[in-house]
């Protein structure tokens, strides 16, 4: 289906029951496509936050490994 933007303008009720119903709607403006309106799929929304970037691969350090005691006692002279 196809419909201009002032048809989805006066018509978004009946246009949305159509995507409800699984219809695929191409809204157009001055002849160009400009938006779809489509069936709402539980898929459509990630479960979890997706940020911009991607995977981040964190490099590795080579830092040595301290006990809890050890970070205790760097930290301790650390405060005010």
Known sequence: METTAREFNQNSSRILAAAEAGEIIT??????PV??????EESDVPP???GPMGDIDIPALD???LSNDEIEET???MGS
């Open 75 to 77: 930290l301790r002279g």
């Open 48 to 50: 979890y936050p997706v």
């Open 27 to 32: 809204v157009t403006k001055n002849g160009r």
């Open 63 to 65: 830092l040595p490994d």
């Open 35 to 40: 938006a779809i309106v489509r069936p709402y």
